[in-house]
């Protein structure tokens, strides 16, 4: 009933929250009106009703035929009788117009999308590599590659952005880390099938190793800025070299971007503690931009009980100092993406992925901060970095029985692989776009999906590097502490093999390292802390993880005076 107003042309009478506007007069009768919809669902239901059938889509086993079936759906010629079988009233069924029915994808088509539409993903992804002077070029089965795959996939010409993406992101990430020294770069058929990359025409420019060593963060134009991104994301993030790639061209992309179309939506997948958002996070404090970590759990509809994405960035552009041109450019997080139809009910998470899909598209938000020295502000999101991460833990299991071309991702206390690997039991199939749309993700939102990156477990030898390489290292972070008290932390190869186990069985990845580091370490560091001037060294060993206090003290050699008052002496 609502929507039969609208398409009857009513007016609106819409009131703004700055109570200094009037409330205004909206007429709805001169807009242009289209709607559209699968209708798949009835179709399936008429197919022995003898209607006249036209084959809608693509299966694989007949991707020789010029026209091939999508989903299995056979519709019957679409009319009003066909509207009013769907479940539209007849007071909205007598309102439309016009119905037209759209040709089922075939090859011919796709090939014509991929190299002459202006919204091609190749087309835009050559124009991307020109502007780093690079040519970017495909050969004639990279392209029938992509139309198989795309049939396979089964969810029409939005998969080939999804293919086309996936297979120019590694060409992509060799192009920044050599961005004076490739002239070319060739995709084929091999690119597809394996995601490897082929024919990389380098050229005679030597790399400057000392620009390497001076990275400023607002220096766009850098053309070494984000190999040196990396060096520097080496520094705190061990291993997932995949993940990094994926964030690094996602930054690029955001930060170059003069368009909405330019930008590259991603999703990382993994289980807890893999470092989805830790990788994200940390990009964002070396390239000094804001950082925003959306839970989408917690997300509701605007005037619902929860947090709405208006309020997530009102708060982000306060954080800014109200600098809106920066918050724009902020590196954001959709954590849990997996989880709202699971949680809010499958309807509430519906209308919450449908609020995300305008955030995915470049919408533009009128927000209204709690500072009222502040007009109401415009936030275009076109050109934010939108990173979007979940565990998909709930449609792995549901593929347990799918063997074919599954990984093992995740932590199980004694249940060793050869590698080391504590699994969950949960095994993850392959992701792409069909296993997202099993998660629960809705079709709309997939489309949007360009790049998916698996993340890897964490070894024990991963958590092992973390404890003593990465700059982000807890255990590092006491041992500097310890120095500033001109105390030494030592620790033995036992130590650190008792510290990763425990942190291994809380299941919970590298994120549990903290929390086992601070636990281990609280007695010496008070002890420290109280008699720094007795200690040399601090020990710690396997005991010390089974009991804190277990520790060797190194005294060193000083003995006190009768008067406190006065200096020690050795």
């Known amino acids: 009933n609502t929507l039969l107003g609208f398409l009857q042309g009513k007016k609106y009478t819409l009131f703004k929250n700055d109570r200094a506007v009037k409330p205004m ?46 989903e299995d759906v056979q519709y019957p010629t679409i009319d009003g009788s066909f509207l009013k079988k769907a ?8 309102r439309v117009n016009l119905i037209a029915q759209l040709d089922p994808m075939n090859r ?24 780093s002077n690079v040519e970017l070029n495909v050969t004639d ?6 139309i198989d795959k795309a049939i396979k996939m089964k969810t029409g010409a939005r ?82 070299e995949d993940a990094k790639k994926a964030v690094i061209v996602a930054l690029k992309r955001g930060e170059q971007a003069e368009s909405k179309n330019e930008r590259i939506t991603t999703i990382l997948v993994g289980p807890t503690g893999c470092g989805k958002t830790f990788i994200a996070e940390t990009a ?39 600098d809106i041109n920066r918050a724009q450019h902020a590196i954001v997080i959709f954590d849990e993406i997996d989880k709202p139809s699971a949680n809010k009910g499958l309807n509430m998470g519906e209308s919450v992925y449908h609020t995300l ?24 999101t076109s050109f934010l970095t939108v990173i979007s991460t979940g565990s998909f833990a709930k449609a792995a299991k549901l593929n347990k029985d799918d063997k074919s ?38 079709n709309e939102l997939v489309g949007r999906i360009e790049a998916v990156e698996q993340l890897q477990p964490m070894t024990k030898e991963m958590m092992k590097q973390i404890l003593l390489d990465s700059a982000d290292s807890p255990l590092i972070d006491f041992k500097l502490m310890f120095e500033s008290d001109n105390v030494s932390l030592r620790y033995t190869e036992g130590f650190i093999d008792a510290l990763v186990d425990q942190a291994l069985s809380l299941k919970t990845g590298a994120r549990s390292l903290r929390y086992v580091v601070t636990n281990v370490m609280t007695k010496a560091a008070f002890d420290v802390s109280m008699n720094a001037y007795a200690y040399d060294a601090i020990i710690l060993t396997a005991e010390t993880v089974k009991d804190n206090s277990k520790y060797e003290r190194v005294r060193k050699q000083y003995k006190q005076l009768e008067d406190p008052n006065k200096k020690l002496t050795k």
Not at 46 to 68: C, L, Q, S, W
Not at 87 to 94: C, F, K, R, S, Y
């Open 284 to 322: 964002s404090k070396i390239t000094n931009r804001p950082f925003l970590n959306i839970d989408a759990t917690e997300l509701s509809l605007p005037g619902l009980v929860g947090t709405s994405i208006e309020s997530k960035l009102e708060a982000l552009v306060e954080s800014c100092d109200f």
């Open 108 to 131: 011919n088509i796709m090939r014509d999308i991929i190299l002459e539409s202006e919204e091609s993903a190749l087309n835009k992804a050559k124009a991307i590599f020109k502007k």
């Open 159 to 240: 998969s080939l952005k999804f293919i086309i993406s996936e297979s120019v992101k590694n060409a992509e990430y060799e192009m920044l880390m050599n961005p004076l020294g490739i002239d070319s770069i060739t995709l084929t058929k091999e690119t597809i099938e394996n995601n490897k990359l082929y024919d990389v025409y380098y050229n005679d420019v030597k790399e400057d190793n000392e620009v390497l060593n001076h990275f400023d963060p607002s220096d766009l134009k850098d053309p070494y800025r984000y190999k040196k991104i990396r060096m520097k994301l080496d520094e705190y993030a061990i291993g997932q």
């Open 405 to 442: 071309n599954s990984k093992v991702i995740g932590f199980k206390l004694g249940n060793q692989t050869e590698n080391n690997v504590v699994k969950e039991d949960i095994e993850y199939p392959t992701i792409d776009t069909e296993f997202l749309k099993k998660s629960g993700l809705p």
């Open 87 to 94: 479940g539209m009233p007849d007071e909205l069924v007598g």
């Open 141 to 146: 089965d990279y392209i029938e590659a992509v």
């Open 357 to 380: 899909l305008g955030f995915l598209n470049g919408k533009t938000y009128t927000l209204f901060t709690n500072d009222r020295r502040h007009q109401p502000i415009e936030f275009d």
């Open 25 to 70: 007069e909206f007429d709805t009768k001169n807009m242009t009106i289209i709607s559209t919809g699968s209708f798949a669902k009835f179709a399936n239901k008429n197919k022995d009703d003898g209607y006249h059938r036209t084959n809608i889509g693509f299966t694989a086993n007949k991707a020789h035929e010029e026209v091939v079936d999508v």
